[in-house]
């Protein structure tokens, strides 16, 4: 017992933090929208944070991918601190986030709109970037479509273009890192079979970058699928932490009420 416990810790110290934040706020007006957060994710972990709307989830995933700045707190992302918006940053670390929409330049092809990074590294060539975007953009199950603009595709296609561009940076390029990606609602809106498609997206994402992940979602597949841990966000603070068999299983009023979808709990619509 006491050998297992020395080793554990070892292994905890041996494993390095893709997100650390201490004490992160941030606030609009005089709203507290998170207050004093603490979340801790592990390379190669999978999390999804939960929480009925408004709740500021997908706050957090822009404060991580670097768009805005909390106002009190310390954020460190992959052990380094971060203290600038990611365009001012000369080092950057490999967030990606995939929006709620698709967000395609309209008047780009998905080719240009796939390869966007990778076109402003001028040592690359044509040739090359075409055949990298081909391969992301085959990943995702899409064929032929470099040409197109976005507007010739479906929203499922569009969908699957922007997890094709979250494929394809730098990364490729330089292997040493394991990005972090962050996903906001990817299956809201859509039916159960093309949520299940999207998933498994997801999955297959994460494995071929072999990065952590976090999702934002209230669709229960979604959670259970694609993540190992589960937060619930509510009121700028996390209401509990635990595994995803946790979640299926746990009475705590928080979970049990979003579970469910009960009216009656601790989370109620803010008075007006
Ligand atoms: P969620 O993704 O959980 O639905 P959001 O993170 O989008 O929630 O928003 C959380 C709260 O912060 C909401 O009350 C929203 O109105 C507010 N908010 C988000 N972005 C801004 C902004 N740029 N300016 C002012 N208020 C904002
Ligand atoms: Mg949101």
């Keep these: 017992m ?31 929208v998170l207050n004093k957060i603490n979340l801790k994710l592990y390379e190669g972990e999978k999390l999804a944070i939960v929480g009925p709307s408004g709740s500021g989830k997908s706050t ?89 603009l976005p507007n010739e595709l479906s929203g499922g296609m569009q969908k699957r273009v922007s997890f094709a561009r979250a494929l394809i940076t730098e990364q490729d390029l330089d292997k040493k890192n394991k990005p972090l990606l962050l996903f906001d609602e990817p299956t809201a809106g859509l039916d159960p079979i093309a949520s299940s498609r999207i998933e498994d997206l997801i999955n297959k994402t994460n494995k071929k970058v072999n990065g952590s992940s976090i999702v934002v979602s209230h669709v229960l597949s979604t959670i259970e699928r694609t993540s190992e841990k589960v937060v619930v966000l509510y009121g700028g603070k996390f209401r509990w932490a635990g595994s995803i068999d946790e979640f299926k299983k746990s009475n705590d009023p928080y979970v049990f009420q979003f579970r469910n979808g009960k009216l009656e709990g601790p989370m109620q619509p803010k008075e007006i």
């Design 60 to 148: 957090i995933l822009k404060i991580l991918a670097g768009l805005i700045m909390p106002t009190e707190g310390e954020l460190r992302i992959f052990g380094e601190k971060q203290t600038y918006l990611r365009l001012d940053q000369t080092n950057p670390p490999d967030v990606r986030l995939v929006f709620q929409n698709p967000a395609l330049l309209g008047s780009l092809t998905i080719e240009e709109n796939v390869g966007f990074i990778l076109q402003r590294n001028k040592n690359l060539s044509k040739k090359f970037i075409q055949a990298i975007v081909k391969e992301c953009l085959e990943e995702v199950g899409l064929f032929n479509v470099e040409r197109k």
């Design 2 to 32: 006491y050998l297992k416990t020395n080793f554990s810790i070892f292994i905890l110290k041996k494993s390095k933090h893709a997100v650390e934040t201490n004490n992160l706020s941030i606030s609009w007006d005089k709203q507290k």
